[in-house]
Every structure is written in structure tokens, then in C-alpha cells.
């Protein structure tokens, strides 16, 4: 079993930044990669961007240029820095990795960017 957990969110204006963190009760370096989704009201879960044991990232189209996956070994935390903030970023933020075969998420935490 792994827990993670998310924190980090909260309210922002628009044009604002967060970091959302996700913290993992397994060393980051097994998980074949971690990444961050989100689900805005009424919409369905997207992917927003992950990081591969290698370290190499990749990012939803929505969210290229303005966030910034990244990792902290030492810690087994994975970060979301997130800029530039828009009120499509609105949304329940979980973050989810695969140990093996097996996929496990947060409970996610809420950002909401005001206009």
C-alpha cells in the first residue's frame, strides 16, 4: 500500500501562483511515475502533468508554459509549482503514481482562482 497526500491548495486571483505538494509513504524513485490530474465542476478528470522515475516530465497542453512539475527525493514529495493562474485552473487537484501495477491517489486538494 501507498498513501499519498495532497496539500497546497486554496484560493488565488487570478494571474496567481500555488504549489501544490504531494507527499508519498514510498520512496518516488519506485513508482513507475507520479503525476497530477485534476477535476474541475462537472468536468471529468484530466491529466495535468507527470514525472517518470527517470525524471523526465510532461505536461497537459492547458498547462504547458505555466506549471512546473518536480520532485524532492530526500522528502518522497512531488511538487506542482503553478503560475499564471486562470479560472479554468479551478478544480480538485489529486495526485496519483503507480508502484508496479498497482495505481493509488490522493484524496486531492481544491484550488479555486478567482477572476
Known amino acids: 500500500q501507498v498513501q499519498l497526500v495532497e496539500s497546497g491548495g486554496g484560493l488565488v486571483q487570478a494571474g496567481g501562483s500555488l504549489r501544490l505538494s504531494c507527499s508519498a509513504s514510498r520512496s518516488?524513485?519506485?513508482?513507475?511515475?507520479?503525476g497530477w490530474y485534476r477535476q474541475g465542476p462537472g468536468k471529468r478528470r484530466e491529466w495535468v502533468a507527470k514525472i517518470s522515475s527517470g525524471g523526465n516530465?510532461?505536461?497537459?497542453?492547458?498547462?504547458?508554459?505555466?506549471?512546473?512539475?518536480?520532485?524532492d527525493s530526500a522528502k518522497n514529495t512531488v511538487y506542482l509549482q503553478m503560475n499564471?493562474?486562470?479560472s479554468g485552473?479551478?478544480?480538485?487537484?489529486?495526485?496519483?503514481?503507480m508502484w508496479s501495477l498497482d495505481q493509488y491517489w490522493g484524496p486531492g486538494t481544491q484550488v479555486t482562482v478567482s477572476s
Open 84 to 86: 499564471r493562474l486562470e
Open 89 to 97: 485552473d479551478t478544480a480538485v487537484y489529486y495526485c496519483g503514481g
Open 28 to 34: 518516488i524513485f519506485t513508482a513507475n511515475a507520479v
Open 57 to 71: 516530465t510532461n505536461y497537459g497542453d492547458s498547462v504547458k508554459g505555466r506549471f512546473t512539475i518536480s520532485r
